[in-house]
């Protein structure tokens, strides 16, 4: 794992309001190609460790709830600097004050329901990949 791997969620509202189709299309054109890929509902421990970054602000108990209030998506992508091109892609937290043609934009709600997770560093990355995907479901070479 080096700086070719980025961690994706979409999160419930997305796959709620049936856009999981949508975003993986984009996330391909794109160019980041799917590593590992499958569908699961987080449990709320599952969430809380997730997410423990964000312990103790005012937004944590209400995104933990959302995060496991239904089904979501998770990948791993590869691409060149994959974090930051990913956060590109992905536009702004507020899907309000997300750049036009984002993913955040064209698919988010609010800025808690804002359709995709993307991780925020190379270290984090690392650590998401590993936390849905251990090595036993991983492809030969892609450990
Ligand atoms: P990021 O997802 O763009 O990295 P973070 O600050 O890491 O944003 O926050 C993690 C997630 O917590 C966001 O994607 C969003 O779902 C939620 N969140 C962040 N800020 C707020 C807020 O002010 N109100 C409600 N939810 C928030
Ligand atoms: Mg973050």
């Known amino acids: 794992m080096n700086g070719r791997y980025t961690l994706t969620i979409i999160k419930p509202g997305a796959v709620r309001r049936n856009f999981t189709g949508a975003i993986l ?27 423990a970054v964000h312990e103790g602000k005012p937004f944590y108990e209400g995104l933990v709830q959302y995060m496991i209030s239904g089904p979501v998506v998770v990948a ?6 994959a974090v930051e091109a990913y956060r590109n892609f992905i536009g702004s937290t507020d899907p309000s004050k997300a750049a036009a043609g984002t993913i955040r934009q064209l698919y988010g709600s609010d800025v808690r329901d804002n359709a995709v997770h993307g991780s925020d560093s190379d270290e984090h990355a690392q650590f998401e ?3 849905f995907f251990p090595l036993y479901e991983r492809f030969p070479g892609e450990k």
């Open 76 to 81: 791993i992508l590869e691409k060149e600097d």
């Open 129 to 131: 990949c590993n936390f």
């Open 25 to 51: 299309g984009k996330i391909s054109e794109a160019g980041f190609r799917f590593v590992a890929l499958k569908m699961l509902q987080m449990t709320e421990a599952q969430a809380r460790s997730f997410y």
